[in-house]
């Protein structure tokens, strides 16, 4: 696929560099994606979810091409399977922390944007832009729901956190928050339009301070991935991001330019962590 790629990041005022990003493409593979994991308790669990993820889900895809097509699992329910190992692997291997997780997979017309946690995917779109994620955060009714229904509390110290400790509802790891805070990743797919020109994944250290709005601007006043990027970080740290800061920025328009459609479709969103109808579809 013809898509290039802008990467920035910066420590930013943290003592530590706790994000990872990871891509992944080539003519050899049936995909593009792009991931973001901003770690917490140390960066471990977002360096493993970095070189594991997209490897799983390919490893599992072709597995499923083996079998006939009516037999093979769908596209999105493998993506939510790898969210789900790569924390079963974490936890296994006895790290005490976990990392927010965000990814964009690409394939052909089909997109898949999934996230658990807060760091988020935007695409711009011809009328500005869409945000693809959903921030997992305590003070969402659903989350809060979901977590007093089995058991846990949401406490406020200056922000709601799972068990007075974790800002976010959903992460890879976090053994000790189990089953309170869930790998299970909200996974949204549809088609991309003619209309898609870049698509931005980044971790909290940028969404803390700037709109979606604000980050599509910037990267298309800049018209070019990499310097979209780099705009991005400098103007988190200077509206005083107080957070590690990573950017990824997909210039998708020498690939969008050979979609069917004008416009981008959102065709399906899967959350099996929250009630849900047995009959909705997948594509």
Excluded at 31 to 51: K, N, P, Q, T, W
Excluded at 70 to 80: G, K, V, Y
Excluded at 263 to 274: F, G, H, K, Q, S
Aim: charged share 30%; aromatic share 4%.
């Amino acid at each position: 696929m013809d898509i290039k790629v802008g990467i920035s990041e910066a420590i930013g005022m943290r003592d530590n560099m706790e994000d990872h990003h990871a891509v992944h493409g080539g003519p050899d593979l049936p995909l593009f994606s792009a991931e973001v994991y901003d770690g917490h308790l140390g960066r471990e669990a977002a360096r493993l979810a970095s070189e594991m993820l997209t490897p799983h889900f390919l490893n599992r895809w072709y597995e499923e091409q083996e079998k006939p097509a009516f037999d093979r699992l769908n596209e999105i329910l493998l993506l939510r399977e790898a969210y789900n190992a790569v924390d079963e692997y974490i936890i296994h291997e006895g790290i005490q922390g976990g990392t927010a997780a965000a990814t964009l997979l690409l394939m052909g017309e089909r997109f898949l944007a999934a996230n658990a946690g807060d760091s988020r995917v935007i695409i711009g779109t011809g009328s500005g832009v869409e945000t693809l994620t959903l921030d997992h955060k305590p003070d969402l009714p659903e989350e809060r729901e979901r977590i007093e229904s089995l058991g846990g509390v949401i406490t406020h110290l200056g922000t709601p956190r799972v068990m007075g400790f974790l800002a976010m509802t959903r992460a890879l790891g976090d053994r000790d928050l189990k089953p309170f805070v869930t790998s299970e990743p909200r996974i949204v797919s549809g088609l991309l339009g003619r209309e898609n020109d870049y698509a931005v994944l980044a971790c909290d250290g940028v969404w803390d301070v700037l709109t979606p709005e604000i980050v599509i601007a910037v990267i298309r006043e800049a018209r070019e991935a990499q310097k979209g990027a780099d705009a991005i970080k400098d103007r988190a740290i200077r509206e005083g991001s107080m957070d590690n800061v990573t950017v990824l920025v997909l210039d998708l328009k020498a690939h969008t330019a050979r979609m069917t459609r004008e416009r981008m479709e959102v065709r399906t969103v899967l959350d099996m962590a929250l009630p849900h109808d047995p009959e909705d579809g997948l594509m």
